[in-house]
């Protein structure tokens, strides 16, 4: 997992007009202080911010996201990998599996015409490109 000081400041930033949003709106609803409808709400809201502001600026920023898809080879819980340089070639990166060396090739965005004849597994990031829970298999 790739986490660091500016993916929390943006989480932070994209998370706290839901939460705000969602204390008030449950508070309006609800006409007294409800503690776990605000609860509910501002989770809700918190997380529906997250992933609609996040995507398109890890996108537009050409970041990587926090997490990478399981090495095909080794399938190892943990998701280990190294990045070999600090910012890998947009819109496709090669990055090897810490445990067992397996190289794969992740695609950020569309999956164009393959450039070289290595033998990595590819994968394409799906929606949110902030968070990258969903990769698709490209075979």
Request: hydrophobic letters at 40%; aromatic letters at 12%.
């Amino acid at each position: 997992m790739r986490f660091g000081l500016p993916d929390l400041l943006i989480a932070v930033a994209a998370t706290l007009p839901g939460f705000l949003a969602g204390a008030w709106g449950a508070a309006r609803i609800a006409g007294e202080p409800s503690r776990p409808l605000q609860l509910v709400c501002s989770c809700g809201l918190g997380l529906v911010g997250y992933l609609v502001l996040t995507s398109p600026l890890y996108r537009w920023l050409k970041w990587r996201p926090l997490l990478f898809p399981r090495c095909p080879q080794c399938r190892h819980k943990d998701r280990c990998y190294y990045a070999p340089r600090e910012q890998p070639a947009w819109p496709v990166g090669q990055i090897p599996c810490a445990n067992c060396g397996k190289e794969i090739e992740l695609w950020y965005d569309q999956p164009g015409e393959a450039t070289d004849t290595s033998d990595a597994v590819r994968f394409q990031l799906l929606w949110p490109r902030s968070f990258g829970g969903r990769w698709r298999r490209l075979d």
